[in-house]
C-alpha cells in the first residue's frame, strides 16, 4: 500500500503489515477502491477529494488504540473522522491512514448528574436524542447532522450558547487516546493541561474516544422556527432583528439571513427562487414566555411563511438539516461580532442581492450571554468579546460554478470584515485559510497551546488538522 509518512515523504507499507494491523482491529479496515472506503472518505463539502491510503472504522477504544500505535510504529500520517463536517476537511488526508469513527455512536445519559457520556463519532442528533428523553439537552450546534468531536473540540455554539456558553464551556471530561497509544482522562481533576487545550485546540493532542457533557432542562417543547419576508422589507426586518437581539433574554436566540427562497413546503411556490429575508427563532425557556417573546416576529409586517411555533427541541435542532446536504460544494467566510449595527445591515442586503447560487446565504447568528462571562483563559477558545457570527455562506452544486461562487463569498466578506471584533471561528475557517486566520481565532491561547501540544504531542502526530506546532 501507497502512504504518506508522518514527514510527507511517500512509503510503501507492506501487505503483510497492514494484516498485522488488520488482525489487532475489531471494525473492518478497507483499502482504496472498496464500496466501505469510499462511503468513509465521502464528506459533506463535495469540493473535498482527498483519498487516504486506507481506512480503519474504529468500533471502539482499542480499535483508536491498536490505530494510533500501528501509525507510530510504521511512521505513518493519520487523520481522523468524527462527523465529516468540517467544511475545509480537515477530516481527510492524500495517504493517510483514516480513523472513521462513524461506529463509535453510543450515548449514556445520567439523568441525576445531568451529565451526557458521548461516544466521540456521535452526530449532535444521537445525543439531543438520549438527552431529550429526560427533558435534558447538551449545548450543541444548529445543524443536527454535524459530528460531536469537531464541534466540541473547536468551541461550538447552537441555540443553547446565550444561556450556557460555547459548546466546550460545557464539557467536563474527555477519554483522550494519546500519540503514545495511552487512553488517558481529561478534566480539571486530572491532566487539566490537556483538558484546557482540548477545548478549542482542535484535534492536535490525540484521538477523542468520549466527551461527557453537563446537561440542562430543556424542552421537550419550545418555540421555535422561521418567519420570512421578501428581500424588499430587508431594511425594517434586520432593524427588527437589530433591536430585538439586543434586548433578548439569555433564552432567546435570533438569527437573520438572506438567500433565495429554498423550494420548502412552508414557503409558496411563486417565491421559491426568490430573494427572501428571514428570522430564525429558539426560546428555549418556558413556551408561554417563548411565545411572547417571538410575537414581535410574528406580527412584523407581512411575512410569506411562518413556521414559528410550539415544537419539539429534538425538531428545533433538525429544522435546518435540509438545506445544508451532505455532496454540494460549500465556501465559507465567517467573522464574529461585537453587536450589529445598522452600517453592517446594509451590507448584508447589498452582498445577499449579489448572491451566485440559489443554495447560498448570508446568515448572522446570535451567541452573545454566557460565554462572554468568562474570561479569556478559560480555554483556548476564547472569544469572550463576541456576540454574533456572521457567515457569508456559498453554497452551490457544480465546479464549473467554483470560481464565481468563491469570488462572491470573498467579496463579501472583504466589504464586511471591519465590523469583527478580529477573531473568527476555528470551525468555519475554510481549506484556503492560513496561519493568519488560526491566530484570529485563538489568538491569546496560541502559546500555551503550543506548550501543551509539546507535552503531549511533541512529534506532531496528530497534525491533519488546524495545526499547532509544539512549542
Ligand atoms: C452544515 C454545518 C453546520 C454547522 N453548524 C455549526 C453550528 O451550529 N455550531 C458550531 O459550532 N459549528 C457548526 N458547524 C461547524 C462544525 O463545528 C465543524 O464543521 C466541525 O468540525 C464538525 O465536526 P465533525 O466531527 O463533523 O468534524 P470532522 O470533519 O469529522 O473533523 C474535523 C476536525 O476535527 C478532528 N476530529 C474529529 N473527531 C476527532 C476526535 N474524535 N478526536 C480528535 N480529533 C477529531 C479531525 O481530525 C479534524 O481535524 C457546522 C458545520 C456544518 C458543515
Same mark, same amino acid.
Request: net charge neutral; proline share 6%; with cysteine.
Given at each position: 500500500?501507497?502512504?504518506?509518512?508522518?514527514?510527507?515523504? /511517500?512509503?510503501?507499507?507492506?501487505?503483510?503489515?497492514?494484516?498485522?494491523?488488520?488482525?489487532?482491529?475489531?471494525?473492518?479496515?478497507?483499502?482504496?477502491?472498496?464500496?466501505?472506503?469510499?462511503?468513509?472518505?465521502?464528506?459533506?463539502?463535495?469540493?473535498?477529494?482527498?483519498?487516504?491510503?486506507?481506512?480503519?472504522?474504529?468500533?471502539?477504544?482499542?480499535?483508536?488504540?491498536?490505530?494510533?500505535?500501528?501509525?507510530? /510504529?510504521?511512521?505513518?500520517?493519520?487523520?481522523?473522522?468524527?462527523?465529516?463536517?468540517?467544511?475545509?476537511?480537515?477530516?481527510?488526508?492524500?495517504?493517510?491512514?483514516?480513523?472513521?469513527?462513524?461506529?463509535?455512536?453510543?450515548?449514556?445519559?445520567?439523568?441525576?448528574?445531568?451529565?451526557?457520556?458521548?461516544?466521540?463519532?456521535?452526530?449532535?442528533?444521537?445525543?439531543?436524542?438520549?438527552?431529550?428523553?429526560?427533558?435534558?439537552?447538551?449545548?450543541?450546534?444548529?445543524?443536527?447532522?454535524?459530528?460531536?468531536?469537531?464541534?466540541?473540540?473547536?468551541?461550538?455554539?447552537?441555540? =443553547?450558547?446565550?444561556?450556557?456558553?460555547?459548546?466546550?464551556?460545557?464539557?467536563?471530561?474527555?477519554?483522550?487516546?494519546?500519540?503514545?497509544?495511552?487512553?488517558?482522562?481529561?478534566?480539571?481533576?486530572?491532566?487539566?493541561?490537556?483538558?484546557?487545550?482540548?477545548?478549542?485546540?482542535?484535534?492536535?493532542?490525540?484521538?477523542?474516544?468520549? !466527551?461527557?457533557?453537563?446537561?440542562?432542562?430543556?424542552?421537550?417543547?419550545?418555540?421555535?422556527?422561521?418567519?420570512?419576508?421578501?428581500?424588499?422589507?430587508?431594511?425594517?426586518?434586520?432593524?427588527?432583528?437589530?433591536?430585538?437581539?439586543?434586548?433578548?433574554?439569555?433564552?432567546?436566540?435570533?438569527?437573520?439571513?438572506?438567500?433565495?427562497?429554498?423550494?420548502?413546503?412552508?414557503?409558496?411556490?411563486?417565491?421559491?427562487?426568490?430573494?427572501?429575508?428571514?428570522?430564525?427563532?429558539?426560546?428555549?425557556?418556558?413556551?408561554?414566555?417563548?411565545?411572547?417573546?417571538?410575537?414581535?416576529?410574528?406580527?412584523?409586517?407581512?411575512?410569506?411563511?411562518?413556521? =414559528?411555533?410550539?415544537?419539539?427541541?429534538?425538531?428545533?435542532?433538525?429544522?435546518?438539516?435540509?438545506?445544508?446536504?451532505?455532496?454540494?460544494?460549500?465556501?465559507?467566510?465567517?467573522?464574529?461580532?461585537?453587536?450589529?449595527?445598522?452600517?453592517?445591515?446594509?451590507?448584508?442586503?447589498?452582498?445577499?442581492?449579489?448572491?451566485?447560487?440559489?443554495?447560498?446565504?448570508? !446568515?448572522?447568528?446570535?451567541?452573545?450571554?454566557?460565554?462572554?462571562?468568562?474570561?479569556?483563559?478559560?480555554?483556548?477558545?476564547?472569544?469572550?468579546?463576541?456576540?454574533?457570527?456572521?457567515?457569508?455562506?456559498?453554497?452551490?452544486?457544480?465546479?464549473?460554478?467554483?470560481?464565481?461562487?468563491?469570488?462572491?463569498?470573498?467579496?463579501?466578506?472583504?466589504?464586511?470584515?471591519?465590523?469583527?471584533?478580529?477573531?473568527?471561528?476555528?470551525?468555519?475557517?475554510?481549506?484556503?485559510?492560513?496561519?493568519?486566520?488560526?491566530?484570529?481565532?485563538?489568538?491569546?491561547?496560541?502559546?500555551?497551546?503550543?506548550?501543551?501540544?509539546?507535552?503531549?504531542?511533541?512529534?506532531?502526530?496528530?497534525?491533519?488538522?488546524?495545526?499547532?506546532?509544539?512549542?
Amino acid at each position: 500500500m501507497r502512504a504518506k509518512a508522518i514527514d510527507g515523504r /511517500e512509503i510503501d507499507v507492506k501487505e503483510d503489515t497492514l494484516a498485522g494491523l488488520k488482525a489487532r482491529l475489531s471494525g473492518p479496515l478497507f483499502p482504496p477502491g472498496d464500496a466501505g472506503y469510499e462511503e468513509s472518505r465521502t464528506i459533506w463539502n463535495g469540493m473535498i477529494d482527498r483519498k487516504p491510503a486506507a481506512v480503519a472504522r474504529c468500533r471502539g477504544i482499542a480499535d483508536v488504540i491498536a490505530c494510533v500505535q500501528f501509525a507510530r /510504529e510504521n511512521a505513518l500520517l493519520l487523520c481522523i473522522k468524527g462527523g465529516g463536517h468540517n467544511i475545509a476537511g480537515l477530516a481527510l488526508a492524500d495517504g493517510a491512514l483514516m480513523l472513521d469513527l462513524s461506529l463509535m455512536r453510543g450515548v449514556w445519559v445520567d439523568p441525576h448528574g445531568k451529565v451526557a457520556h458521548a461516544q466521540a463519532g456521535c452526530l449532535l442528533s444521537d445525543v439531543d436524542r438520549e438527552t431529550q428523553v429526560h427533558g435534558l439537552a447538551a449545548v450543541l450546534g444548529f445543524v443536527s447532522l454535524t459530528g460531536i468531536a469537531g464541534l466540541t473540540l473547536g468551541g461550538g455554539f447552537g441555540y =443553547l450558547t446565550r444561556r450556557f456558553g460555547w459548546t466546550s464551556d460545557n464539557v467536563v471530561g474527555m477519554d483522550v487516546v494519546t500519540a503514545d497509544g495511552r487512553l488517558v482522562r481529561a478534566s480539571s481533576d486530572e491532566n487539566a493541561d490537556l483538558f484546557w487545550g482540548l477545548r478549542g485546540g482542535g484535534g492536535n493532542f490525540g484521538v477523542v474516544t468520549g !466527551i461527557d457533557y453537563v446537561l440542562h432542562p430543556v424542552g421537550p417543547q419550545v418555540v421555535g422556527g422561521i418567519v420570512a419576508w421578501p428581500a424588499s422589507e430587508a431594511p425594517k426586518v434586520l432593524e427588527l432583528y437589530r433591536t430585538l437581539s439586543e434586548k433578548a433574554p439569555p433564552e432567546l436566540t435570533l438569527v437573520a439571513l438572506m438567500r433565495p427562497a429554498p423550494p420548502a413546503p412552508w414557503l409558496p411556490k411563486d417565491v421559491h427562487g426568490k430573494p427572501i429575508v428571514a428570522l430564525l427563532a429558539c426560546c428555549s425557556g418556558r413556551p408561554e414566555e417563548g411565545e411572547q417573546l417571538v410575537a414581535p416576529i410574528k406580527s412584523f409586517g407581512h411575512p410569506i411563511g411562518d413556521v =414559528l411555533v410550539r415544537r419539539p427541541y429534538a425538531q428545533m435542532q433538525a429544522l435546518l438539516d435540509a438545506t445544508q446536504p451532505k455532496g454540494r460544494r460549500y465556501y465559507w467566510k465567517s467573522e464574529y461580532l461585537p453587536r450589529i449595527e445598522p452600517a453592517l445591515c446594509q451590507k448584508v442586503i447589498e452582498h445577499a442581492a449579489k448572491i451566485r447560487s440559489p443554495h447560498s446565504a448570508v !446568515i448572522l447568528f446570535q451567541i452573545g450571554g454566557a460565554l462572554n462571562r468568562l474570561d479569556d483563559g478559560h480555554s483556548p477558545v476564547g472569544n469572550r468579546d463576541a456576540s454574533y457570527v456572521l457567515n457569508v455562506a456559498g453554497s452551490w452544486e457544480k465546479m464549473d460554478d467554483d470560481g464565481a461562487n468563491i469570488e462572491w463569498a470573498r467579496e463579501a466578506w472583504n466589504d464586511m470584515k471591519s465590523f469583527s471584533t478580529g477573531g473568527t471561528y476555528i470551525n468555519f475557517l475554510t481549506e484556503d485559510e492560513g496561519p493568519e486566520r488560526i491566530e484570529a481565532a485563538l489568538g491569546h491561547g496560541l502559546a500555551r497551546l503550543a506548550e501543551v501540544k509539546a507535552r503531549w504531542d511533541p512529534q506532531n502526530v496528530f497534525c491533519t488538522n488546524r495545526n499547532i506546532k509544539p512549542a
